[in-house]
């Protein structure tokens, strides 16, 4: 450590975990278009409107099992740091293809509830380099009251707190920089 900062950190896949995950999340799909399909089948007697709540719950358990089965699988083969966290700014190949500077994040929030959990957001233009799916989450977390991103741990062998002290570490310097230069810290 210098200056008191965290060190630079980086982590890459842990390839048994995701496929792990991403069985798991198959068998969710599965799931869900199992009890669709028994529903069709056996839901001859309910009322419509039950069997409607019934269908759209196993719709939407077979789309999430569906999205992040594949989503995990297709990870297994990318080699390469997949999260990290230094003096540049915070990388997550998941989240968007290049490093996020300090600079762009406007906050870094630790929520201590089972565990660990790390969320930061980005300041004005920043979120236009994020992909699709993140920014879309990023949309119901703010309507929500939380931060944007989630830090996600899936899939690496990162230590949560670590992580927390990292983020918090490096964004507090990066903002004690900006004040010292005059500038307005995000």
Request: hydrophobic share 55%.
């Amino acid at each position: 450590m210098s200056d008191g900062l965290p060190p630079a950190q980086s982590w890459t896949n842990r390839p048994r975990v995701l496929l792990g995950l991403g069985l798991f999340w198959a068998g969710e799909a599965a799931l869900g278009l199992g009890l669709g399909v028994v529903m069709v089948i056996e839901g001859q007697g309910m009322p419509r409107w039950m069997l409607a709540v019934a269908l759209f719950f196993a719709a939407f358990l077979a789309a999430v099992g569906l999205r992040l089965s594949v989503w995990c699988l297709g990870q297994l083969g990318v080699a390469g740091t997949v999260l990290a966290i230094g003096p540049a700014g915070y990388f997550d190949r998941r989240l968007c293809p290049r490093t996020i500077p300090w600079e762009a994040v406007s906050r870094v929030d630790i929520y201590y509830a089972k565990g660990v959990q790390v969320m930061f957001d980005l300041a004005g233009p920043a979120n236009a380099r994020m992909r699709r799916f993140p920014r879309a989450l990023a949309r119901l977390n703010r309507a929500a009251g939380l931060p944007g991103y989630s830090v996600s741990l899936m899939g690496t062998d990162a230590d949560a707190v670590a992580v927390a002290k990292a983020m918090h570490g490096w964004h507090a310097a990066a903002r004690a920089r900006a004040s010292a230069a005059g500038a307005d810290p995000a």
